[in-house]
């Protein structure tokens, strides 16, 4: 047999194996079932958890919290706790049917909530003969099985968020290998092209880009003949000839309308899904 002292009610009884939490008499028959709760507030928010809201008690110092809580802070906030800052896979309360015990903090206001019975002519000088259990629970206790649903996927949640590479910068490189990209021929036809169930959606799509293309490569033309001007004006004090100007204007719609159908080719399926 083994003396241990209650950090609720101070009472110190004999168990022949103690059990952290479920030991004392008097307060583990007013903190289990449907007496569980007591008080449990969160300790990051300071507002009540409530019976339909996942809690979560850290295994370090004991701290409740509100599971979105608890996920959004990384782990606990108690200040020299080992869950500090870590994102640790906790404990969250079993179903009363579960031999297994929960583990919850010890509070002021569970400490207030439960009747003190602390036994006569206890003498507190004799706490090397005992040892003192860890942490009362003083919350309801609730269903492991979809609790538990909830907690997974939170968790996963958090897994996928730290898996999600860094932001890339801008990268040239990139720039310049974006013609590696393979191309999707999910629509592709080897048949006569008369035939091709999808030629009327890509006639139309590659209209559509032919069109946009050559508006493109209008305004890039007239760019480039406005730039020409500018550079010749400044370097040589003279303009360019109007059959240079249409020269330049023309090279410009051609290279829009050569990229816009190059675009269409390489991305048609996209194209016909939407």
């Known amino acids: 047999m083994k003396k241990v002292k209650c950090p609720v009610c101070g009472r110190v009884s004999e168990v022949e194996n103690p059990v952290p939490g479920m030991n004392c ?5 007013k903190l289990i079932g449907e007496n569980a709760r007591v008080s449990s507030t969160c300790r990051f928010c300071q507002e009540e958890i409530l019976s339909h809201e996942t809690e979560i008690f850290c295994p370090g110092c004991g701290g409740e919290y509100h599971a979105d809580c608890w996920l959004d802070n990384d782990g606990c906030g108690e ?3 080992a869950y500090q800052d870590c994102l640790a ?3 969250i309360p079993l179903s009363v049917s579960s031999p297994a015990p929960v583990q919850l903090p010890e509070t002021a206001s569970a400490r207030n909530a439960v009747d003190p019975m602390a036994v006569e002519g206890e003498n507190s000088s004799d706490e090397g003969e005992y040892f003192t259990i860890q942490n009362v629970p003083d919350s309801s206790v609730k269903t492991a099985e979809d609790e538990g649903k909830l907690f ?3 968790m996963a949640a958090i897994r996928k968020r730290e898996e999600i590479p860094e932001e890339k910068g ?3 490189q990139e720039v310049l290998d974006w013609k590696n990209t393979p191309r ?3 629509y592709d036809f080897d048949g006569p092209w008369l035939k091709d169930p999808y030629l009327f959606q890509k006639v139309k799509n590659y209209v559509i880009f032919i069109l946009g293309g050559a508006v493109g490569g209008t305004v890039l ?5 406005l730039i020409c001007l500018i550079l010749k004006f400044i370097i040589f004090h003279t303009g360019i000839s109007f059959g240079f100007m249409v020269f330049l204007l023309a090279a410009g719609i051609l290279m829009g ?3 816009a159908v190059y675009f269409a080719h390489r991305t048609m399926a996209t194209l016909i899904d939407n």
Not at 25 to 29: I, Q, R, T, Y
Not at 221 to 225: A, H, I, R
């Open 221 to 225: 033309g007239f760019s480039l003949v």
């Open 152 to 154: 997974e996927e939170k």
């Open 170 to 172: 801008f990268s040239w």
């Open 89 to 91: 896979p906790m404990e």
């Open 25 to 29: 008499e008097n307060c583990s028959s």
């Open 184 to 186: 999707d021929t999910k």
């Open 79 to 81: 200040e020299g706790c």
């Open 257 to 259: 309308i050569a990229s």
